[in-house]
């Protein structure tokens, strides 16, 4: 129990602090300034909550959650892994620790083009999963818009400006000559990068190609949608070369069709591929994917003149308008065909490449109905 004294000191002081503010030119009413201090103290700790609420829902918290709860249950450690740190790596720092509902599409779309620019697949994978993060945190009520959702068109138009000139990629019009080159290596990783080349696949879909997707009377091949970057199942339809590669693959494994020369149970490895271009001195021109994807989306589209859904369509890149996407797998079968074609027969041209001439390659009659 408080002394007496004590009581009555706390009073005194009180008494004169009241005094001094009824002192004060103009006075000021001590209940007033009770008043103003309780709301002072009031107003302090609602900044408090909500400063230490923006930090349990910036846009890093938010998607390490997400990534918790959704990527790593359901992907591969080494895919899980990739997915968060790519994030880390490429979200500028500003923009990763802001609270996540007052993050802007302008904002996210000046910092997502530099990463385009730089390396446009990193960047259309951030983009995608900043979707995914952001359309999780709008359903849980922690953001009203999904601003990597809004920016997709404008990325895109980004990319079409600047990814060309970034992308390391073997020129088209040496691509003959490499290939050349290329079949006479021995070993199952050369098989698969011209197979790579020929389907303009990326290299994951060949390592894990399995015979169960080969269809040698159609000469088809069935990657699963769960092995696709857009999740869809894609429909390669195979050239003559390329239908010779996987033949001549036949009796070496018996699940995958390029499997690792030391342990035919199991795929091969990524670096196969990439130790072929460095053996033939390509590597510092271009990576697989490029020499893959991109030589291939060029040469079709500056040589052969294919429309761009024929190329997009060849590619497996996704199509937003899915009543088109449906549209497309299902009419544009034979013109990729016809193009694939078109391209296995131009990479086995063995003339020089400074006399591939286009013109030549236009008058065949194969880009033409395309």
Known sequence: MEAAGASLKRARKKADEARDLLDRKPPVDPIDAKAAERQAARRAEAERKAAARRERTTLCRVARAYHESTIEPSRT??????????????????????PIDEITAPELLAALADVVAKHPET???VRQWLEAVFDDAQFHGLCGSNPALSIRCKLAEVKRGQERGRLRALGYRELPAFLTELRKVEGISARALEFAVLCAARSSEVRLARWREIDMERDLWAIPAARMKGKQEHLVPLSDRATELVEGQRGIGEEYVFPSPTNPRKPLSSMGMLMCLRRLGVAHKSTVHGMARASFSTWAYEAAGAREEIVEACLAHKEADRVRAAYDRSQHHAARRRLLQAWADYGADTRPASNVIEGDFRATGASAAL
């Open 77 to 98: 450690f080494v895919h899980s892994k990739e997915w968060i740190a790519s994030l880390e790596r490429h979200v500028p720092k500003k923009l990763w620790s802001a």
């Open 123 to 125: 960047g259309r994978r």
